[in-house]
């Protein structure tokens, strides 16, 4: 018998950007109620539909069911980031400035008794002229009140949950059991990056389309390039750009400024990270990815490439099915070429699953185990410090001296 609850825990603080964490850590969780289970899985969804509780539930339990995984889905941070999951379109002041723009170029008359977005989008499509190429920035603000880190906070988020599973009992599971993480798009960066922060911990990621250098218009996207925004919205007559709230600038003078060490420890590729998670930790991680080859904007093909030469030129075990022609498109596992070519989750595990389980169990020295400090020092001289302590991990940056 299966059941699926839900909990919460503490999330880390913004050690990058020195801001409080506000809200609880609630992640879900479906679980053998006889205990007997075969290992743990983090199933970490991207921005889109997949990150709903309600299909999560419905994939979580049958994963348990199946395969008799302890099966997890963590809220990390920012992940309700697009209006279909909890986020708000609003305009900021850099939105606000352009918009005023436009409605004094086109003469845009607005109702004064209502000057809701939708009410401002619908004046402006009236009066711009027809098929009109003018783009109209806004922001999303994910739900929780939230904001865009990208990447290391969410994360920290899935190590701090398998610490609290370990005060909820599960400690000899995850010593003993294989853990695995599965995500697609971002929740697939995600996962690969967990690989990066606990090299001993994870056992197998197993990831569809995910990028592996941190995509600039995710993070700092307003000022890099209006043009290349993260979801877009085709009005008749303009295009709405819109980009999750962050906090991070392109402005070198500002306390919050995207700088090289930033984008360092969240490129998965950096050569430097990459032989010190491999020859310095001995990484234990293998990988099981799809990918199709056309995937150019979102997460480029021959960056993943790479990403997954150099590893296997270091013997991690990685199984990589590149997705190339219209022969492999069948309808059940592979639907399209496009980024994540409409993939099955459930498909995807079924191919991958039954190998991983049957493969056995894990070296039991996890990093949580080992209490391991995991380091990692970029070129601005900066070290990322990542701390198992016996009941949490912390994380710090030591600038350079």
């Known amino acids: 018998m299966v059941e699926f609850k839900t909990f919460q825990t503490t999330g880390h603080d913004d050690f990058e950007l020195n801001i409080k964490r506000e809200s609880k850590l609630t992640y879900h969780i479906s679980y ?4 007997k289970h075969n290992g743990i899985i983090f199933v970490i969804p991207g921005f889109g539909e997949d990150a709903s509780v309600e299909y999560q539930k419905n994939l979580l339990t049958h994963i348990a069911q199946e395969y008799g995984l302890l099966a997890v889905f963590v809220e990390y941070h920012a992940i309700f980031s697009r209006p279909s999951n909890g986020a708000i379109i609003s305009f900021d002041e850099r939105d606000g400035a352009r918009l005023i723009d436009l409605i004094q170029k086109y003469n845009v008359i607005l109702d004064e008794n209502d000057l809701s977005v939708k009410s401002i989008l619908l004046a402006l499509n009236r009066s711009l002229p027809k098929d009109n190429e003018e783009i109209i920035s806004a922001t999303l603000y994910p739900a929780k009140n939230e904001y865009q ?3 290391i906070l969410q994360a920290i988020d899935i190590l701090s949950v398998l610490y609290d599973l370990k005060s909820l009992g599960y400690g000899e599971l995850i010593e003993k059991a294989p853990i695995i993480a599965m995500g697609s798009s971002h929740g697939g960066y995600i996962a690969n990056l967990l690989a990066k922060l606990a090299p001993n911990t994870f056992d197998f990621i197993i990831d569809n389309s995910c990028y592996v ?9 307003k000022e890099h390039d209006i043009t290349r925004s993260e979801l877009k919205t085709k009005y008749p007559n303009f295009t709405l750009s819109s980009y999750t709230f962050t906090h991070w600038t392109k402005d070198p003078q500002s306390k919050n400024h995207f700088s090289d ?3 360092e420890i969240r490129d998965l590729t950096n050569p430097s990270h990459l032989d010190t998670m491999l020859n310095k930790y001995k990484s234990k991680t293998s990988y099981f990815s799809y990918h199709s080859k056309y995937d150019q904007y979102i997460a480029p093909y021959d960056d993943k ?3 997954v030469n150099h590893l296997k030129e270091h ?20 639907k399209n070429l496009d980024h994540a070519m409409g993939a099955s989750n459930k498909e ?8 991983i389980l049957k493969e056995g169990i894990n070296s039991g020295k996890t990093d949580l185990c080992n209490q391991s400090v995991i380091s990692y020092t970029t070129s601005e001289n900066n070290t990322y410090e990542f701390k198992f302590n016996e009941d949490n991990i912390s994380a710090r940056i030591t600038p350079a001296s």
């Open 348 to 355: 995807i595990l079924k191919n991958t699953l039954p190998s």
């Open 305 to 307: 490439l790479e990403y």
């Open 32 to 35: 053998r109620t006889d205990n």
């Open 261 to 263: 060490s930033a984008y």
């Open 149 to 151: 880190n990208f990447g």
């Open 315 to 334: 013997d991690r075990p990685y199984t990589f099915m590149t997705i190339e022609s219209e022969d492999q498109v069948d309808g059940k596992l592979i």
């Open 213 to 221: 250098k941190p995509p600039l218009k995710y993070i700092v996207g």
